[in-house]
């Protein structure tokens, strides 16, 4: 639960964080001041296109979305919301979800991803928590692979991939859930070259390396695993990429990273 703030403490760390790169928008959100604001991932490998639906209707901006595609946040009412997607030009629901108390300075995020036998949704509340003077990076991860049930993933030094005497940075992340877990804010990270690697929840084997990439200070990513493309029939298991999706007011598609491992 947000920690109660007030308007004179907005106003006192209002200059610094513009000396240090803030916004207003992130202090309303930390003050629990701001709308609700909520936006959709298609993560369904070789998904048609659809239309993202909030209580029944597509908002501005919201429609014929392909896989990998990321909408731009978008205010939203608080209080319980029901969230759906549709095949474009459609208000018939492949998937729907609800949140029940949707609450004033979070952010909610829906993703469509492919289920045992039809499709399916994922929902994360993140209360964005984020301490008002940080420019740490935010990290949270979901797994969208039927095929890989539970993983852990962890955020490692390009130079050291060696993961052997490492903790997961995000472990045991389960089908159709999140960790850190909806309701729970993300965990920060400091900016820096990084390489994620997979693997079954408990086990050192990677199933997944990814390439090196720079993470930058104030990014929000939410890293998604999906089943590659093909692998959706038979759900081979382990076969699976990592999208990264990038949080806030963007339309920027998710990257698909590449799997360094030999014949993966």
């Not at 760390?13 to 001041?33: I, R, W, Y």
């Not at 908002?59 to 014929?64: A, C, L, Y």
Request: glycine share 10%.
């Amino acid at each position: 639960m947000k920690m109660i703030r007030t308007m004179a403490a907005m106003a006192a760390v209002a200059s610094l964080l513009s000396a240090c790169g803030g916004g207003s928008d992130d202090v309303g959100k930390e003050l629990g001041l701001t709308n609700p604001e909520i936006h959709f991932i298609h993560a369904i490998p070789s998904g048609p296109a659809v239309d993202f639906l909030v209580n029944g209707t597509a908002p501005s901006g919201q429609t014929n979305i392909s896989y990998k595609g990321v909408t731009n946040l978008t205010n939203i009412n608080t209080g319980s919301t029901t969230v759906a997607y549709s095949a474009t030009g459609t208000t018939t629901a492949l998937a729907s979800g609800n949140f029940p108390d949707v609450a004033k300075g979070h952010e909610y995020t829906v993703l469509a991803l492919p289920g045992l036998t039809a499709p399916d949704i994922g929902l994360i509340d993140d209360p964005f928590d984020k301490g008002l003077l940080s420019n740490s990076a935010r990290l949270r991860g979901f797994n969208a692979s039927a095929n890989a049930t539970n993983l852990d993933l962890y955020l490692v030094q390009s130079g050291n991939t060696d993961i052997t005497n490492a903790s997961p940075t995000m472990a045991g992340v389960a089908f159709k859930n999140a960790v850190p877990a909806s309701g729970q804010d993300s965990i920060y990270v400091s900016g820096g070259d990084y390489v994620l690697v997979a693997t079954a929840a408990g086990s050192k084997t990677p199933i997944f390396q990814s390439q090196a990439f720079s993470l930058s200070n104030n990014a929000d990513w939410l890293v998604t695993s999906v089943p590659i493309a093909g692998a959706l029939s038979q759900l081979v298991p382990g076969q699976i990429h990592l999208l990264v999706a990038q949080n806030g007011n963007t339309t920027t598609p998710s990257i698909e990273l590449t799997n360094t491992l030999t014949g993966q």
